[in-house]
């Protein structure tokens, strides 16, 4: 009872900087565990159900770690509707998505060659992309909704069991030799017959800002690429999010057959119906492990994965297509709740009321409190099958892919916790921050700190780290070393 007492004040105990930006307006839930000792080391609000943004691929990547296990790999099919004769299929060629979360141009192109040396030569009929395990995935935020016709970002991706590169193209962007004139774009790896360059932009020693925008019409996706570049500048990789991403995979499966010795005489389609039984697997490739999709989800904060992976696990659990994202949200939403009310830092007189609305954090509707997440850190944290696995796809600042975490000095910010960010700056500004660290005992702690602005009141995402880092580097001064 003195633990789970412990857990409730009001006000903070040992989160200073936190509870001065509360003061200042912002909503805070925090909560700091030692898990070795079963204690609460610091509290603030953790009850208070906010935001949670990216730090929902937390909970994703632990059902998800729960479900299949680490070294499971989603298996892309290729098989054959009609009869082989000789070199020949008298018949369609089809792609079967398996919910891959991380199937790329690569794998694809190691696709084509293994259907290259089954000895196929011809196909007569179709290029067939089946995206039957999900069906045609409604968009579930405003910005996945705006982006089926345009977009100039990759993170609103459009979600389907048979998309390729995360749902995004890639251009490269080099200034040409001389100002003045054109820089070139290049469409990675191949250029297909669905997409087409709009590119106004120009090389010069101060250019305009470069922009790309990616614009879908009757099929077909333009990118307009305007602005410039500097002549001394390198070359910039740009990725956006595309309008029909099966199509796109169709095409580039198809460009990889050409260049394996593969014809198909026919034309692409989708199907968005679950695969028949009138199917016969030509050939099937196992695609990378779980525990690395992780570790490039969390590093990269990838919505499209996250998203993903929350739909396959909803076709594992029996949904039927077409799924919602909000559909399988609500098996993560039972997984999470069930586990916050079992657990060790659960507050008296408590329940969980999690609401989860999908795997990435996207969706503005998601709510989740500081003591829920905690939870579910301990949770897998128990878990010797599991644990080593989350925390090591977590982020460490010092080799973080990014910057927003790094901090100058030697500090035990930059190396002492492995942690999963979130930030959104609509409807109001969040930023949030969750994990693990290890005290200076050598013993594990957890923590979940949850920060939203209000309408009309942003908390910037610099300060709001900057709080956290204070608050925990104080908690860790207290803690005599081993």
Same mark, same amino acid.
């Given at each position: 009872?003195?633990?789970?007492?412990?857990?409730?004040?009001?006000?903070?105990?040992?989160?200073?900087?936190?509870?001065?930006?509360?003061?200042?307006?912002?909503?805070?839930?925090?909560?700091?565990?030692?898990?070795?000792?079963?204690?609460?080391?610091?509290?603030?609000?953790?009850?208070?159900?906010?935001?949670?943004?990216?730090?929902?691929?937390?909970?994703?990547?632990?059902?998800?770690?729960?479900?299949?296990?680490?070294?499971?790999?989603?298996?892309?099919?290729?098989?054959?509707?009609?009869?082989?004769?000789?070199?020949?299929?008298?018949?369609?060629?089809?792609?079967?998505?398996?919910?891959?979360?991380?199937?790329?141009?690569?794998?694809?192109?190691?696709?084509?060659?293994?259907?290259?040396?089954?000895?196929?030569?011809?196909?007569?009929?179709?290029?067939?992309?089946?995206?039957?395990?999900?069906?045609?995935?409604?968009?579930?935020?405003?910005?996945?909704?705006?982006?089926?016709?345009?977009?100039?970002?990759?993170?609103?991706?459009?979600?389907?069991?048979?998309?390729?590169?995360?749902?995004?193209?890639?251009?490269?962007?080099?200034?040409?030799?001389?100002?003045?004139? !054109? @820089?070139?774009?290049? $469409? &990675?790896?191949?250029?297909?017959?669905?997409?087409? *360059?709009?590119?106004? #932009?120009?090389?010069? +020693?101060?250019?305009?800002?470069?922009?790309?925008?990616?614009?879908?019409?009757?099929?077909?996706?333009?990118?307009?690429?305007?602005?410039?570049?500097?002549?001394?500048?390198?070359?910039?990789?740009?990725?956006?999010?595309?309008?029909?991403?099966?199509?796109?995979?169709?095409?580039?499966?198809?460009?990889?057959?050409?260049?394996?010795?593969?014809?198909?005489?026919?034309?692409?389609?989708?199907?968005?119906?679950?695969?028949?039984?009138?199917?016969?697997?030509?050939?099937?490739?196992?695609?990378?492990?779980?525990?690395?999709?992780?570790?490039?989800?969390?590093?990269?904060?990838?919505?499209?994965?996250?998203?993903?992976?929350?739909?396959?696990?909803?076709?594992?659990?029996?949904?039927? !297509? @077409?799924?919602?994202? $909000? &559909?399988?949200?609500?098996?993560?939403?039972?997984? *999470?709740?069930?586990? #916050?009310?079992?657990? +060790?830092?659960?507050?008296?007189?408590?329940?969980?009321?999690?609401?989860?609305?999908?795997?990435?954090?996207?969706?503005?509707?998601?709510?989740?409190?500081?003591?829920?997440?905690?939870?579910?850190?301990?949770?897998?944290?128990?878990?010797?099958?599991?644990?080593?696995?989350?925390?090591?796809?977590?982020?460490?600042?010092?080799?973080?892919?990014?910057?927003?975490?790094?901090?100058?000095?030697?500090?035990?910010?930059?190396?002492?916790?492995?942690?999963?960010?979130?930030?959104?700056?609509?409807?109001?500004?969040?930023?949030?921050?969750?994990?693990?660290?290890?005290?200076?005992?050598?013993?594990?702690?957890?923590?979940?700190?949850?920060?939203?602005?209000?309408?009309?009141?942003?908390?910037?995402?610099?300060?709001?780290?900057?709080?956290?880092?204070?608050?925990?580097?104080?908690?860790?001064?207290?803690?005599?070393?081993?």
């Amino acid at each position: 009872m003195l633990l789970l007492a412990a857990v409730a004040p009001a006000r903070a105990d040992g989160l200073p900087a936190l509870e001065e930006m509360q003061a200042d307006g912002a909503d805070v839930s925090a909560l700091v565990v030692d898990l070795g000792r079963g204690t609460v080391l610091a509290s603030l609000a953790p009850q208070k159900s906010l935001i949670p943004a990216s730090i929902m691929k937390v909970p994703t990547s632990a059902l998800a770690l729960e479900n299949w296990g680490p070294r499971y790999q989603f298996t892309t099919i290729v098989s054959r509707r009609g009869p082989l004769q000789g070199d020949r299929l008298n018949g369609d060629l089809v792609l079967v998505g398996a919910g891959d979360p991380h199937l790329t141009d690569e794998e694809l192109w190691r696709l084509a060659r293994d259907v290259a040396q089954t000895g196929l030569k011809r196909v007569t009929g179709d290029l067939v992309v089946n995206a039957g395990l999900f069906g045609k995935v409604p968009c579930n935020t405003p910005d996945r909704c705006n982006a089926v016709t345009r977009s100039g970002n990759a993170y609103d991706a459009a979600l389907s069991s048979a998309a390729v590169d995360f749902g995004s193209i890639t251009l490269t962007i080099r200034a040409a030799e001389a100002p003045g004139r !054109p @820089p070139a774009v290049e $469409v &990675q790896p191949y250029d297909v017959p669905s997409v087409s *360059v709009d590119n106004a #932009a120009t090389t010069s +020693r101060r250019p305009d800002r470069l922009s790309v925008l990616r614009v879908t019409e009757g099929g077909q996706d333009r990118l307009v690429v305007r602005g410039g570049l500097s002549d001394s500048q390198s070359p910039v990789e740009s990725y956006r999010s595309l309008g029909e991403p099966e199509r796109h995979s169709g095409e580039l499966f198809r460009a990889f057959l050409a260049r394996e010795g593969v014809r198909v005489d026919g034309g692409i389609r989708v199907d968005y119906q679950p695969a028949g039984s009138d199917l016969e697997v030509l050939v099937a490739r196992p695609g990378r492990l779980l525990v690395e999709s992780l570790n490039r989800m969390l590093a990269y904060s990838n919505n499209f994965m996250a998203d993903v992976l929350v739909l396959g696990l909803g076709a594992s659990r029996g949904l039927q !297509p @077409p799924i919602a994202p $909000v &559909q399988a949200g609500a098996l993560l939403q039972t997984y *999470v709740r069930a586990i #916050a009310d079992g657990g +060790r830092f659960k507050p008296p007189g408590v329940s969980s009321g999690a609401v989860i609305r999908d795997g990435s954090g996207l969706d503005t509707g998601d709510r989740l409190a500081a003591w829920e997440m905690v939870a579910l850190l301990d949770y897998i944290f128990a878990r010797p099958e599991l644990f080593p696995a989350l925390y090591g796809s977590l982020v460490i600042p010092y080799h973080g892919p990014g910057s927003s975490l790094r901090r100058a000095g030697d500090t035990p910010w930059r190396t002492r916790i492995a942690v999963k960010t979130g930030g959104l700056t609509e409807p109001v500004s969040v930023t949030t921050l969750a994990g693990y660290f290890r005290l200076p005992d050598g013993g594990f702690g957890a923590f979940a700190f949850l920060v939203n602005g209000r309408p009309g009141q942003r908390v910037w995402r610099r300060d709001a780290f900057a709080a956290m880092e204070d608050d925990l580097t104080a908690l860790w001064s207290r803690f005599p070393a081993r």
